[in-house]
């Protein structure tokens, strides 16, 4: 499967950015997918995750309350609703796939079998 990650931007502190991963090649209703984030000069981190139906989620603690992951499995995307966003999230956001087809609750990078090549989001103060 190939993924495709889109949406980041500049925006200001405070302010909205929904980012997408569409996949082709294979459904990702086969598997769950995760959103991770890299900022310069630090380690790739998670963000979220939600299992194949999206009947479960999870996200990294300084993100919960302000990023829903969602997932559309008949337009083969998966998106990440960011709002009230800080400085501190900027970073190069990407989408990955767990093909093992469980829910594993991963928040390893080494979880995940397949990587879209990564979105850049900015905020500004």
């Known amino acids: 499967v190939q993924l495709q990650a889109s949406g980041g931007g500049l925006v200001q502190a405070g302010g909205s950015l929904r980012l997408s991963c569409a996949a082709s090649g294979r459904t990702i209703s086969a598997y769950a997918m995760a959103w991770f984030r890299q900022a310069p000069g630090k380690e790739r981190e998670f963000v979220s995750a939600i299992s194949r139906s999206g009947g479960s989620t999870d996200y990294e603690d300084s993100v919960k309350g302000r990023f829903t992951i969602s997932r559309d499995n008949a337009k083969n995307t998966v998106y990440l609703q960011m709002n009230s966003l800080k400085p501190e999230d900027t970073a190069v956001y990407y989408c990955?796939?767990?093909?093992?087809?469980?829910?594993?609750?991963?928040?390893?990078?080494?979880?995940?079998?397949?990587w879209g090549q990564g979105t850049l989001v900015t905020v500004s103060s």
């Open positions: 990955a796939a767990d093909r093992s087809g469980l829910y594993t609750r991963s928040r390893r990078p080494d979880g995940y079998d397949y």
